[in-house]
């Protein structure tokens, strides 16, 4: 057993929410041994270009991650959640793709400039999402989206590569882009 880490107060600057977001199909990822809360050494990818990288609204995207146990013991619950405005054809096509996918292990950036590396391929990401198009000429609309899944040990800290915005692919909306193959 380690020994336990004083938990000192942190005055430092502290941003909430999700600021960049990339997920990968779980059977495109490799992801290396690691022991502890921070991942190192990069992950591999199986085909490079296939990912996407997901726009969304300002202040939409959240991260939790509670801790529960069940019959194999403590298991954490992560959930990326988020919205992505506009209903369009294209959009719709990445929504399809998506869920063509299902399974995905997923990297975001917080507020802070932290990165962490969410899901693995044998304990992955699910993807769901819904449509809202609103009542009222004032409602917005476009997809809640949620990435969930249930892990043995917490997101560790991906210290190797942010998911941070990345050239925006011509065959989507700025909302959305994807580049499944």
């Not at 992955?124 to 917005?140: C, I």
Request: aromatic share 10%; proline share 12%.
């Amino acid at each position: 057993m380690l020994p336990l880490l004083p938990l000192p107060p942190n005055e430092c600057f502290n941003t909430g929410g999700v600021r960049a977001l990339r997920v990968w199909p779980a059977s495109n990822v490799v992801i290396p041994f690691y022991a502890g809360s921070i991942l190192r050494t990069a992950i591999t990818l199986r085909d490079p270009l296939n990912y996407a990288d997901i726009w969304f609204l300002p202040d939409s995207a959240g991260f939790v991650e509670p801790e529960d146990t069940d019959a194999q013991g403590d298991v954490y619950k992560p959930s990326l959640t988020l919205e992505v405005p506009k209903d369009a054809p294209d959009l719709q096509e990445a929504i399809a793709r998506l869920r063509a996918v299902r399974h995905v292990v997923a990297a975001y950036e917080d507020g802070n400039g932290l990165t962490k590396l969410v899901g693995t391929p044998d304990h992955p990401l699910r993807f769901s999402a819904g449509l809202e198009t609103g009542k009222r000429p004032t409602d917005r609309n476009g997809y809640p989206l949620v990435f969930a899944g249930q892990t043995p040990q917490p997101a560790p800290f991906y210290l190797t590569q942010s998911p941070g915005p990345a050239p925006r692919r011509g065959a989507f909306s700025a909302g959305f882009s994807f580049g499944f193959h």
